[in-house]
């Protein structure tokens, strides 16, 4: 989850300093980008639900790994001092990084604490529901489990809970990741990122980048091993999801070194070296995540360096676009509309009678109005708000 990051908001909400970066058009296609990243994770979650079986599809948490590219881009890209390769990079911790993690935390929190509020008003209901649907359509890893009975356990009733959610630390814990019927163990893996990223910004100049990129990559590599990989323990604890900063520190470093690359290009030509080493870097940090992943980047690039001006008008589509606006509206709140709505369907014997494909055209016919609708909605009335509250409190 992303959690994604506007650039359309960024350039109508920030700062309009002379010395701040442009922010060049071409990039608007990311915003088209990142909405069909998040409308792939609820249309993945929809087929689950329903049964419907598609390879793209079934796919759809990968598109998690591209938002963590992407974030890795943008906080970089749009980072309100110099960064550069050749020289030790510098801030001041009150000018800089407090500024920063207060609109992280005014972009992010107030919609997810929003909604989980709404997921403690409604938790019976949605347990008892989500665990009707999968009985009925078991999802993709329960097939062939004939003993199959699910039985979903969201406590929120403790002190443990509470602070976890609250600070977004949920991640970092194994047990903790999936203890809400949100998506939202994404948002503790960005936020651990952010806790993170002054430091990384810290040591370009002081260690070399190929350096950064195979420490993350090695440790993406032997997490699943370490941690756990979904269903499969690891040595030292067992995450459910790839929830803990190690798994995918690599992915938000492949997009933090495109971000600086471009950064330093803006005050000098890059040398020959620094462009293998840009090259060499991006490699590294992308080889531990799967080939769809990998296929994404190489799209993510393309749009960011413009090298395709049909594929960046197509992205800059304005419908696109406006999914991009909502895209992190959609991608939190999706999964509350989901469930209601197919736990109805699947009550219904006409629409189990169905082919898989057919339930699926059906569930989509129902939920992605209202997916759409209300993430608008969210974005209008939650999101655009508290950005607003974020920069009047930094500005007094």
């Known amino acids: 989850m992303n959690t994604p990051s506007s650039i359309t908001q960024r350039s109508d909400t920030g700062h309009n300093k002379k010395n701040e970066l442009e922010m060049p058009s071409h990039l608007s296609a990311l915003d088209g980008f990142r909405g069909l990243l998040a409308m792939w994770v609820y249309l993945g979650h929809l087929a689950n639900s329903v049964g419907f079986k598609n390879y793209v599809l079934g796919m759809h948490a990968l598109a998690v790994d591209l938002f963590m590219i992407l974030s890795g881009f943008l906080m970089v890209y749009t980072w309100k001092t110099a960064i550069s390769f050749r020289h030790t990079f510098s801030f001041s911790f009150t000018k800089i990084a407090i500024p920063f993690y207060a609109n992280r935390f005014f972009r992010i929190a107030p919609l997810y604490y929003f909604l989980l509020i709404i997921c403690f008003c409604f938790l019976p209901v949605l ?42 630390a949920f991640g970092a814990v194994p047990g903790m990741e999936s203890s809400t019927p949100l998506p939202d163990w994404s948002l503790s893996l960005e936020m651990q990122f952010y806790l993170i990223m002054p430091a990384l910004l810290l040591m370009f100049g002081r260690i070399h980048i190929i350096l950064l990129a195979a420490l993350t990559a090695v440790l993406a590599f032997y997490a699943p091993s370490l941690f756990g990989n979904y269903l499969t323990p690891g040595s030292i604890a067992h995450f459910g999801q790839p929830s803990f900063i190690v798994y995918r520190l690599n992915a938000f470093m492949a997009g933090l070194v495109i971000a600086v690359w471009l950064r330093n290009r803006q005050l000098e030509k890059p040398s020959l070296m620094v462009n293998v080493y840009t090259v060499l870097a991006s490699v590294i940090c992308i080889l531990p995540l799967s080939k769809p992943v990998i296929l994404g980047y190489a799209l993510f690039i393309i749009l960011v360096l413009n090298r395709s001006f049909i594929l960046n008008q197509l992205f800059s589509l304005k419908p696109l676009r406006f999914l991009g606006n909502i895209s992190y509206s959609v991608y939190l709140s999706h999964i509350l509309i989901v469930i209601p709505i197919v736990y109805w369907l699947v009550n219904q014997h006409a629409f189990l009678a169905l082919d898989n494909t057919l339930r699926f055209v059906v569930a989509v016919g129902l939920t992605a109005p209202l997916v759409i609708f209300i993430g608008y909605v969210l974005f209008r009335t939650v999101e655009i708000p508290a950005t607003r509250l974020g920069h009047y409190f930094l500005n007094r």
């Open 127 to 168: 347990a008892e529901m989500h665990d009707a649907t999968h009985k009925l359509i078991p999802p993709p890893w329960a097939e062939g489990l004939s003993s199959y009975n699910p039985h979903t356990v969201w406590d929120f009733s403790n002190f443990k809970w509470l602070f976890l959610h609250t600070t977004f």
